[in-house]
């Protein structure tokens, strides 16, 4: 077993590579003009459909108001829109993507799996470490 000096090395190490990882994964993002973030609330919706922002502030561990901001963003692009709920309750919200969001989702979506393809065949250490275990 490690050492307490040796586990926190390891951890810091851990840190910085997937910071490396992270940087590739927003630079490739954007490309397409958005974060690495935004596309995984787009990538949400792709895979779970229309959700509230309470649903997607629980699945992404934030806050009610730092969703509704990211939220915002991905509207004024034109990749979701908001549904608010019946003239008896407004205050309901439902997010979905737009037309343009999944034709967004689908591009950026087969650029990352050719990144990924990518790392696995150059079998960075970072990569076999962290994704390739087991």
């Known amino acids: 077993m490690k050492n307490k000096k040796q586990q926190v090395l390891a951890l810091s190490q851990w840190y910085f590579e997937t910071s490396v990882i992270s940087k590739q994964l927003n630079s490739l993002c954007r490309t397409r003009c958005m974060t690495f973030e935004q596309f995984l609330f787009l990538e949400q919706l792709v895979q779970y459909g229309t959700q509230s922002p309470s649903e997607l502030a629980v699945k992404f561990n934030t806050s009610g108001p730092i969703v509704t901001r990211k939220l915002n963003t991905l509207k004024d692009k034109g990749l979701i829109k908001k549904t608010r709920g019946t003239r008896l309750d ?9 037309e343009q969001g999944k034709v967004l989702y689908d591009q ?14 150059t079998e960075t250490a970072t990569f076999k470490r962290f994704f390739l275990v087991g």
């Not at 407004?90 to 737009?98: A, D, E, F, L, N």
């Open 108 to 121: 950026l979506s087969a650029e990352l799996a050719s990144w990924y393809q990518q790392q696995q065949a």
């Open 90 to 98: 407004q205050r309901v919200v439902s997010i979905s993507m737009t």
